[in-house]
């Protein structure tokens, strides 16, 4: 990314692409340029004391490295630009905010984006209000040459397209076309050039179709259909930080982790997005979202992330390691009131080294969760998650990993399902889990506890942490990891089942007695043989 704007209209600007040659020292002689919707006069010369009133200004201006475009707060900006111009590491180019008051506004009206970045390098945007009715806010993209450096910071994205569509976003060719508030390339990419050192942070994003679409380039012909698995050669985006962002109030996905390598999401809120149902008018899928999932990367994490709300009918899962995605990690994942807690999707030769722990699920219950598609997770590691009020739990093509430490505690009338076919000889430890309200798999009689956890209770999240004569304290499988603190911030002192750490907290243990444990078991066949006699019914209807 490497220039911004040469000429700079509201109507799409075309910008001259200033040849990258320029030497870094001329930051020196960097320019301010101030623009004033209400005050500002377009015959000024662009300064604090004689602003411009509009972005027409720039036509006959090229904005060079260290420069800055700054917007008066409480200002409306008719806006849709192209920026095709590049800062530097020491000094880039900044497009902000100058005075006190409401965010600067800018908006478009056509199904354009407010903003594209195209071979941009080292351009920061801050302290903005972007809305786009008809179209999207900000596309970044390569054409000619890798991107590095651009950050976005405490910029609120609103009234983005936010309608219900009958299937999923065309995600080709930029935010307007796909309701994004952020599009990074494209699905397929039009270049084999990577978008680096990212940085997104402190952002809101609601009212809109989609909040952060990250996309690359999967191969040559940018084909992400491949027929084999030969025809992957991925180009990776590296440097990736995406951190204190809250999503809210969406049809569609908060945030794609696509094509990357090294990305870190953390510290974000995804609430009540995926809302469209996406079902026919026979209650069946019809397209498939989820809030934060990874999409063909490498070693990438999702960590201190609280998703909650969606309603997709076929997806709507937190845990989604989907397309050619291996050594990523979910962490400290607290998730709640979705459609269901995890669903991954490995393709081809499946995935390889993915992690989920440490997370809280909590009626997750709208559908089945499952470990893995056909093709496999190997050495998927899923230990010290604590499942309350979840679906029915499938554990299937899980090869040469680790399943231990949960807790998993299924709504009434659910079950761990499971193939024994695949679960002998696939290599994969299944030890010292917990399981309530449902039957203990038959793999796992000998190691499993089938018992009340002993949680603390109460109404906040600590609700979920155990009581010091819980059985489960100390009854852990030991796990090598560099973790130091549980879900609940703990230090951890002890190898217990769940998601909690410590030595126990005060609190009463309400122990099952065997008659209770009898008539607890008597119940939980019962409800699933009923659910499974009605499916058979509605089957045959």
Not at 69 to 90: D, M, N, P, R, W
Not at 95 to 116: A, C, D, H
Not at 198 to 208: G, Q
Not at 492 to 518: F, H, P
Request: aromatic share 12%; hydrophobic share 35%; net charge negative.
């Amino acid at each position: 990314m490497k220039k911004l704007f040469s000429v700079f209209m509201t109507v799409i600007m075309v910008f001259s692409v200033f040849a990258f040659c320029v030497p870094h020292v001329i930051a020196a002689g960097a320019r301010e340029y101030y623009i004033d919707s209400v005050a500002g006069d377009d015959s000024g010369d662009g300064t604090f004391d004689d602003p411009w009133k509009t972005i027409d200004s720039f036509a006959n201006h090229t904005i060079d490295v260290g420069d800055k475009i700054l917007f008066k707060c409480g200002g409306v900006y008719e806006f849709a630009a192209t920026l095709s111009t590049s800062g530097t590491k020491e000094n880039p180019i900044v497009i902000s905010s100058y005075g006190e008051g409401e965010r600067p506004l800018l908006t478009t009206k056509e199904n354009k984006e407010v903003l594209q970045l195209i071979d941009c390098s080292y351009i920061t945007i801050s302290n903005l209000e972007i809305t786009a009715p008809n179209g999207g806010g900000i596309w970044i993209d390569t054409l000619n040459k890798t991107s590095y450096g651009i950050t976005i910071d405490n910029v609120e994205f609103h009234d983005i397209q936010n309608y219900h569509l009958p299937a999923r976003d065309n995600t080709s060719a930029g935010a307007a076309l796909a309701r994004t508030c952020i599009m990074v390339k494209g699905l397929p990419a039009r270049s084999r050039y990577a978008v680096n050192d990212l940085t997104i942070t402190n952002c809101e994003m609601y009212d809109c179709g989609n909040g952060i679409n990250i996309w690359g380039s999967w191969n040559d012909s940018q084909n992400p259909w491949c027929e084999t698995e030969e025809e992957i050669d991925p180009v990776y985006n590296t440097g990736v930080l995406v951190k204190g962002c809250y999503f809210h109030d969406m049809d569609s996905e908060a945030i794609v982790v696509g094509m990357c390598d090294g990305a870190l999401v953390t510290d974000c809120r995804a609430i009540d997005c995926c809302q469209g149902s996406g079902v026919d008018e026979n209650g069946g899928p019809t397209y498939f979202t989820a809030a934060m999932w990874f999409w063909g990367s490498e070693n990438s994490t999702i960590q201190y992330c609280e998703i909650a709300g969606q309603k997709n009918f076929g997806d709507g899962m937190s845990i989604d390691f989907d397309s050619h995605t291996n050594n990523c990690t979910y962490q400290y994942i607290y998730s709640h009131d979705n459609m269901r807690f995890m669903c991954n999707n490995a393709n081809y030769s499946g995935q390889h080294n993915n992690t989920v722990r440490y997370c809280l699920s909590v009626n997750d219950g709208g559908g089945r969760s499952k470990t893995s598609s056909a093709s496999g997770e190997y050495g998927f590691k899923f230990y010290n998650n604590t499942i309350i009020g979840c679906g029915e739990f499938q554990i299937t093509n899980v090869y040469d990993g680790v399943f231990a430490n949960n807790i998993i505690i299924p709504k009434d009338g659910e079950k761990i399902y499971f193939e024994l076919d695949d679960i002998i000889g696939s290599g994969t430890v299944f030890s010292n889990n917990c399981y309530y309200n449902c039957p203990s798999p038959i793999f796992e009689k000998l190691s499993s506890i089938n018992t009340v956890p002993g949680f603390v209770g109460g109404d906040s999240l600590t609700a979920y942490e155990l009581v010091t004569k819980s059985p489960l304290i100390g009854k852990g499988m030991a796990i090598e990891d560099d973790l130091t603190t549980d879900f609940f911030g703990n230090e951890i002192t002890s190898n217990n089942i769940g998601c909690y750490g410590g030595d126990g907290e005060n609190g009463e243990y309400d122990r099952e007695w065997l008659a209770e444990k009898i008539f607890r078991v008597f119940r939980q066949w019962f409800n699933i043989l009923k659910r499974e006699i009605n499916y058979i019914i509605n089957e045959i209807r």
